[in-house]
């Protein structure tokens, strides 16, 4: 089993950046797939982005891709999500998610959450 935990979140202005973190425990961490999600309130669960075990491959969707850029230090246990030129339709809980097979998912192991507050 792993643990993840997000860190990084919190209340920027339109245009700005901000860098979450995921940091894992437990299994050799660079056996997992990691994706990031998020969800406004009253809203879906809606899949942002996702990286291989290695690295080597990443994977975003139109509404992220050109503004945010995963990457992953195997070393530090860790995976960072750059966040840039932020909208406040950003705004939602960013999860960091974990799975040994598929980085399609689904994903077995999920972090609490980190608030990421847009303002305009």
């Known amino acids: 089993q792993v643990q993840l935990v997000e860190s990084g979140g919190g209340l920027v202005q339109a245009g700005g950046s901000l860098r979450l973190s995921c940091t894992a425990s437990?299994?050799?961490?660079?056996?997992?797939?990691i994706a990031w999600y998020r969800q406004a309130p009253g809203k879906e669960r809606e899949f942002l982005t996702a990286?291989?075990?290695?690295?080597?491959?990443?994977y975003y969707p139109n509404s992220v891709k050109g503004r945010f850029t995963l990457s992953r230090d195997n070393a530090k246990n860790t995976v960072y999500l750059q966040m840039n030129s932020l909208k406040p339709e950003d705004t939602a809980v960013y999860y960091c998610?974990?799975?040994?097979?598929?980085?399609?998912?689904?994903?077995?192991?999920w972090g609490q959450g980190t608030q990421v507050t847009v303002s305009e």
């Open positions: 998610a974990a799975d040994l097979f598929r980085v399609a998912g689904p994903y077995d192991y």
């Open positions: 990286i291989s075990r290695s690295g080597d491959r990443t």
């Open positions: 437990g299994r050799t961490f660079s056996t997992y797939h």
